[in-house]
C-alpha cells in the first residue's frame, strides 16, 4: 500500500501478499466476476459497492489502510487546488510530518476555504464553530502559524487578513450560539499570531457575543504577547462582569469535552474536571508567564468553585505551579502562585 494514499489497483495492494484473483475472492466471499472488474483499476475505490468494500477491509490485509489514505489524499488534494486557486499555497511537508490527526488538518483546510472566500453564510459559521475543542484547535494553530516547516500554509498573511474581514460579517442580529463561537475561534487564533486585541480588530459586537469574543482574544494575545497587565485587566474585568466569569468558567470543560457544549453556556452542577486538570497542567508548563498568571489568579481559583478536587490531579497541580512560580522573574506572579499553592495544600 502507497503510504500517502496514491492510487493503486486492487492487484497492486495484494501482490506483495502473493493473492491472486481467487485467492480475494474466497476470502472476501465476493464473486470473481466482481474482484475482475475491480482487479486492475486504479480507481476500483470509485466502483466499488460499500458491501463489498467491507466485505474486502474485513479479510484482505492492506484494503482498509489504504481506502483511508486515498481517501485523505483525494480530499487533500481536491482543497490543494481551491486553496491554490484562492491564492494560498499549502506546504505539504508540514502536513505530512504533522503530530495532528490528518483528518482534522484537512477540515482545517477547508475552513481556510470558506475564510479566503469570505462566505459570510451561517454555514460557514457553523463550520468554524466545530473547532470549539483541543484537537481541533491544535488543527487550527497549524493552519495559522507563520513558522515555516511547521504551518500549513507557506504564508498565512492573506487568511489573517480574510478573517479579520470576515468576522463582523459573520455576526447576527438574533441570538447565534454557533456566530458567537465562530467568531471567538477566528479572533483567537488571529489575535494569538499577530498580538492584535479587540479594540484593533475594528468591530464591536452586543452582550455575551462580545464577552466570549473578548475572552478568544485575550486568550490569543496572552499566548501572542506575554502582556502580564493583560492578564491583570481580565482578571479584573471578571470579577466586575457576572457574564465574563460564567464564559470563562464553561469555556475550559467544553473546550476539554468534560462538559457538553451548551448553547445558553451552562454547565451541569456536578462536574469533575478531568480532562480540563490535564489541559491546564500541560498549560501550566508550556505557555508563557503571562498566561500562566491568568490560569493561577484567574481560572484555577474559579475552576476549584466547580470541582475542588480538580479532577482528582490537586497534587500534581500544586507540583506543577510550585516549579514553575519559582522560576518567574515577576515578583506578583510568584506571591500569586505562592497564595494558591498555600490554599490548595488546605484541601490535598
Known amino acids: 500500500m502507497a503510504a500517502d494514499g496514491e492510487p493503486k489497483s486492487l492487484s497492486e495492494i495484494t501482490k506483495d501478499m502473493g493473492l491472486n484473483m481467487s485467492d480475494v475472492a474466497a476470502f472476501s466471499g465476493l464473486d470473481e466476476s466482481t474482484i475482475f472488474r475491480l482487479w486492475d483499476n486504479t480507481e476500483w475505490l470509485d466502483r466499488v459497492s460499500g458491501r463489498s468494500l467491507q466485505c474486502l477491509m474485513s479479510s484482505v490485509p492492506g484494503i482498509a489502510e489504504y481506502s483511508m489514505a486515498h481517501a485523505v489524499r483525494k480530499r487533500r488534494d481536491v482543497l490543494v487546488s481551491d486553496l491554490h486557486g484562492e491564492g494560498l499555497a499549502v506546504d505539504l511537508s508540514a502536513f505530512e510530518s504533522s503530530d495532528v490527526t490528518q483528518q482534522h488538518l484537512l477540515n482545517a483546510l477547508e475552513a481556510a476555504l470558506h475564510i479566503v472566500r469570505g462566505e459570510a453564510t451561517q ?24 513558522e515555516a516547516g511547521n504551518g500549513l500554509l507557506s504564508d498565512p498573511q492573506a487568511l489573517f487578513d480574510s478573517s479579520i474581514e470576515l468576522a463582523p460579517r459573520l455576526n447576527r442580529k438574533t441570538y447565534s450560539f454557533h456566530s458567537i463561537l465562530a467568531l471567538n475561534i477566528l479572533t483567537h487564533q488571529v489575535s494569538k499570531v499577530t498580538g492584535a486585541l479587540e479594540a484593533d480588530l475594528g468591530f464591536e459586537v452586543p452582550g455575551r457575543q462580545a464577552a466570549f469574543m473578548m475572552r478568544g482574544v485575550v486568550m490569543g494575545s496572552l499566548i501572542g504577547s506575554n502582556d502580564i497587565e493583560l492578564a491583570e485587566r481580565y482578571r479584573k ?51 508563557n508567564d503571562a498566561y500562566l498568571y491568568y490560569l493561577v489568579s484567574t481560572y484555577i481559583p474559579l475552576a476549584l468553585k466547580r ?18 512560580g519559582a522560576g518567574c522573574q515577576d515578583k506578583r506572579i510568584r506571591q500569586t502562585c505562592n497564595m494558591l499553592v498555600r490554599r490548595l495544600k488546605g484541601v490535598a
Not at 241 to 268: C, K, M, N, Q
Open 237 to 287: 474585568e471578571l470579577d466586575a462582569t457576572p457574564v465574563y466569569a460564567a464564559l470563562e468558567e464553561w469555556s475550559f470543560p467544553t473546550y476539554t469535552r468534560d462538559g457538553r457544549i451548551s448553547s445558553d453556556f451552562t454547565l451541569p452542577s456536578s462536574l469533575s474536571l478531568r480532562n480540563t486538570a490535564t489541559e491546564v497542567l500541560r498549560e501550566i508548563a508550556e505557555y
Open 123 to 146: 454555514k460557514t459559521s457553523s463550520f468554524i464553530a466545530r473547532f470549539w475543542g483541543r484537537e481541533q484547535d491544535r488543527a487550527l494553530e497549524t493552519l495559522y502559524s507563520p
Open 307 to 324: 470541582d475542588p478536587a480538580f479532577g482528582g490531579k490537586i497534587t500534581e497541580l500544586i507540583r506543577a505551579i510550585e516549579l514553575r
